[in-house]
């Protein structure tokens, strides 16, 4: 199961450079406006999708003051209606509560059946996740997060939202 400190040497170990800032457990984007965070650009809100069949499981990664238009990400990935995922699908597919959603939840995913789906924005930057846990949050280039995640076979996509 990968948790904090596990996210953590996983990047350490391949190398990739990330900036980790602990702070006061955050489950919400109202709580965590009030963090000094650096890099503001690379804010993200992560959200927990599902179609209305339950068979494909979304991250969906958008620029943190953005709202989801399910309509619009539903035409885009070409999928069944989708809605909010519910708690105990969060923690039986990724092992996370409310408040943690991340695409390194991914990870503890062993069946792939949660896919990642990022915000075009951030393709060439930076973003920011929490490591499993909403008490820190790490601030990294989006091609390292797609490339540990791909490399652990989560299927990842980038869409104009």
């Given at each position: 199961?990968?948790g ?8 350490d170990?391949r190398?990739?450079e ?25 804010g993200?809100?992560?959200l927990?999708?599902?179609d ?32 909010f995922?519910?708690e ?47 008490t ?17 076979g ?8």
């Amino acid at each position: 199961m990968y948790g904090k400190k596990e996210v953590y040497a996983l990047l350490d170990e391949r190398g990739i450079e990330y900036e980790a800032i602990e702070h006061k457990a955050v489950y919400n984007m109202e709580e965590a406006d009030t963090l000094e965070l650096p890099h503001r650009e690379a804010g993200t809100k992560n959200l927990f999708i599902k179609d209305d069949k339950k068979r494909n499981y979304y991250v969906v990664v958008i620029p943190e003051h953005d709202r989801l238009d399910l309509k619009a990400l539903r035409e885009k990935l070409q999928a069944r209606p989708l809605k909010f995922a519910q708690e105990n699908e969060l923690m039986d597919l990724m092992g996370l509560i409310p408040g943690q959603v991340t695409p390194f939840g991914t990870l503890n995913d062993k069946e792939h059946k949660v896919k990642v789906i990022f915000a075009e924005y951030f393709r060439h930057g930076l973003m920011d996740a929490h490591p499993n846990d909403n008490t820190a949050t790490m601030i990294l280039k989006t091609a390292d997060v797609v490339k540990v995640l791909q490399e652990f076979g989560v299927e990842t996509q980038f869409v104009e939202l």
